[in-house]
């Protein structure tokens, strides 16, 4: 959708940095989602948020850090205790519990 | 807990011939299922869901809770149909209402 803005698209860093997927929005949707594809293991949730300040973590969040200060914004830091951070990382919003997530372009993210 | 199982990493049919991509899953309430498709160079997208009752370009998808199942069909694929398929679940368990799992995939190559 465009209304969900991934930046930057490909994203290179050295083993043993911080690094910060961005993930915007302007559909005014509540709930964001950040998961990861990696071949043959599907997508897997990393950090969910329902609403502002507040976020849970999902099925894989050691290693990630994230924030939720504003509707619009829920950024992903893949901290150096991510032992395997290179993949492909898709950021999701939803407008209500019944609603269907609405996926971004994704950012991958290599680490060497 | 809940989790999604897609059998079939990789599915090859004829064009014209009928296809049924598996999907299992394992939930203690009432869960709500979808299918999310992802052709070649384009978003993940939602492609159905259980609740809408509807047919999405020629693919239906029924909700069978005594086998826990959510299998997608369709009577004559075409090779349009060649894509990566999602099935996904959400359930309704007090703060993980939210929560959506997914499958790990399955591949469908259409051939001519």
């Known amino acids: 959708d465009g209304g969900i803005t991934q930046s930057p698209k490909y994203l290179f860093r050295k083993e043993g940095q911080n690094v910060t997927l961005s993930c915007e929005q302007n559909?005014?949707?509540?709930?964001m989602y950040w998961y990861r594809q990696d071949p043959g293991q599907g997508l897997r949730l990393i950090y969910y948020?329902?609403?502002?300040?507040?976020?849970q973590k999902g099925d894989i969040a050691e290693g990630y850090s994230v924030s939720r200060e504003k509707k619009e914004s829920f950024p992903l830091t893949v901290t150096s205790a991510q032992k395997n951070p290179t993949a492909f990382y898709l950021c999701?919003?939803?407008?209500?519990?019944?609603?269907?997530?609405?996926f971004g372009n994704g950012t991958r993210l290599t680490v060497t | 807990a809940q989790r999604v199982t897609q059998p079939e990493k990789l599915l090859s049919v004829f064009k014209g011939a009928p296809v049924e991509l598996k999907c299992n899953y394992s939930y203690s309430g009432s869960p709500e299922l979808f299918w999310y498709v992802q052709y070649s160079r384009q978003r993940l997208q939602l492609l159905l869901r259980h609740i809408s009752r509807e047919s999405i370009k020629g693919f239906t998808a029924d909700l069978n809770k005594g086998e826990t199942s959510f299998h997608l069909k369709k009577p004559f694929a075409q090779e349009e149909d060649s894509a990566m398929y999602y099935c996904a679940l959400s359930g309704h368990s007090g703060g993980s209402n939210y929560k959506l799992t997914f499958g790990k995939g399955t591949l469908l190559t259409v051939n001519p």
């Open positions: 948020s329902q609403i502002v300040n507040d976020f």
């Open positions: 559909l005014n949707h509540d709930a």
């Open positions: 999701a919003t939803k407008q209500g519990y019944n609603s269907p997530l609405h």
